[in-house]
């Protein structure tokens, strides 16, 4: 059992930068694969960003490749989420997620989710 907790979420001015943590409980975080995904207002859940269990593979949503950056600190159970050069269109809720499955970006692999943290970009 895995429970995460998101923060790090706020109001920002487009252009400013945001930097999101998930802190996980659980002594088996560092064998999970993580993963940042968003719900926008009306819209479905997307994927946004993954990084394997060591941190040494990475990939993003289209939408956001060279703006946010996946890390992780295996020795404080925690992943981040570097936003950088926000748009109104990054508003969302950001939820982190864990699976046990190995590297997947889909929404289905992923068993644990945090209950989010809402991220609004003014313009």
């Known amino acids: 059992q895995v429970q995460l907790v998101e923060s790090g979420g706020g109001l920002v001015q487009a252009g400013g930068s945001l930097r999101l943590s998930c802190a996980a409980s659980g002594r088996t975080f560092s064998s999970y694969t993580m993963g940042w995904f968003r719900q926008a207002p009306g819209k479905e859940r997307e994927f946004v960003a993954v990084i394997s269990w060591r941190g040494g593979t990475t990939d993003y949503a289209d939408s956001v490749k060279g703006q946010f950056t996946i890390s992780r600190d295996n020795a404080k159970n925690t992943v981040y989420l570097q936003m950088n050069s926000l748009k109104p269109e990054d508003t969302a809720v950001y939820y982190c997620?864990?699976?046990?499955?190995?590297?997947?970006?889909?929404?289905?692999?992923?068993?644990?989710w945090g209950q989010g943290t809402q991220v609004t970009v003014s313009s």
């Open positions: 997620a864990a699976t046990p499955l190995g590297y997947c970006s889909r929404y289905g692999c992923y068993y644990y």
